[in-house]
């Protein structure tokens, strides 16, 4: 059994910060790649960030700059660092783990609002 759960959402200002947190209930070196994602309302579900097991990254061009993702692989958490938050992003960001077993899995998302 593989779980994930999303933490660190909330209600910031535009120009303001948040840290989201990822806790697997496994291994994360058991994923070739873990990512968060992000849906706003009307709108497909899309790439913010992800990384890979060795470390390489890759970003929604309209995050670049801004969001860093990073792991903690003791801790078995993904985290995505989240500086200068624009309106436009908000949305219920939802965490994503690829396993090498060919299992997606999904936490249950966490709400992210930036407004004044």
């Known amino acids: 059994q593989v779980q994930l759960v999303e933490s660190g959402g909330g209600l910031v200002q535009p120009g303001g910060s948040l840290r989201l947190s990822c806790a697997v209930s496994?291994?994360?070196?058991?994923?070739?790649?873990m990512g968060w994602y992000r849906q706003a309302p009307g709108k497909q579900r899309e790439l913010v960030a992800a990384i890979t097991t060795g470390g390489r990254t890759n970003y929604a061009d309209s995050v670049k700059g801004r969001f860093t993702i990073s792991k903690d692989n003791h801790k078995n958490t993904v985290y995505l660092q989240m500086n200068s938050l624009k309106p436009e992003d908000t949305a219920v960001y939802y965490c994503?783990?690829?396993?090498?077993?060919?299992?997606?899995?999904w936490g249950q998302g966490t709400q992210v609002t930036v407004s004044s």
């Open positions: 994503r783990a690829d396993s090498f077993e060919s299992i997606e899995y």
């Open positions: 496994r291994t994360i070196f058991s994923f070739y790649a």
